[in-house]
């Protein structure tokens, strides 16, 4: 269970964050095999594991473009911005299946206290990621310091989101039982 949760992890963390020299350091599709590797691992004990397998495994092909074209260069055309989108709202619904994952691991486990912690940060993280893509569609035709305020909290706030969600998927790790044993079925 917890190598399963290191996969998801470290996966989660690879999507997170973009470090580039030449190419990308931290590979969105290593990221997404990563989690696919730590579903795959528990698909038989939690089902809901499956559906994150396949967004994931959608996502390591998708994702390919990532290694190597900058997203936030300002020189790319306007198709990549749609792509940009397309992988962000890839990247929400990984994170929806992977908490539904992990409420239903506190559930199992009996651990109400992670279970209502992860429901709490469920509902802010895919609330702020809404209302960022909600700004995000409008931003290009609306103009005004309020405007670029409002863009620029909410940016924030999906930033501390999803380190909650990677210091969430630490928490499972952390009072996850060794002996938890699992059928290691792929």
């Known amino acids: 269970m917890n190598k399963a949760l ?5 996966g989660y963390l690879f999507i997170f964050f973009d470090f580039y020299i030449m190419i990308d350091l931290l590979m969105d599709p290593i990221g997404y095999f990563l989690i696919y590797t730590g579903c795959a691992r528990i698909v ?10 396949t967004v994931a495994m959608i996502g390591v092909f998708v994702s390919l473009p990532t290694v190597f074209i900058n997203l936030s260069d300002s020189a790319l055309p306007f198709g990549w911005s749609i792509y940009e989108s397309m992988l962000s709202i890839l990247k929400l619904v990984i994170a ?26 469920f509902k802010y993280f895919v609330t702020i990621h809404f209302a960022i893509l909600t ?38 790790r952390r009072v996850s039982p060794d002996n938890h044993r699992i059928s290691y079925s792929v």
């Open 96 to 121: 929806f299946y992977l908490f539904l994952v992990l409420m239903e691991v506190a559930k199992i486990f009996g651990n109400v206290a992670l279970h209502n912690r992860a429901q709490t940060t």
């Open 44 to 53: 038989g004990a939690y089902p809901n594991a499956k559906k994150a397998m």
């Open 135 to 172: 700004v995000m569609s409008f931003s290009m035709n609306v103009s005004g310091d309020g405007w670029v305020a409002l863009t620029v909290i909410l940016i924030i706030a999906g930033v501390l989101m999803d380190i909650l969600f990677l210091l969430l998927i630490r928490a499972f």
């Open 6 to 10: 290191g996969n998801i992890f470290w």
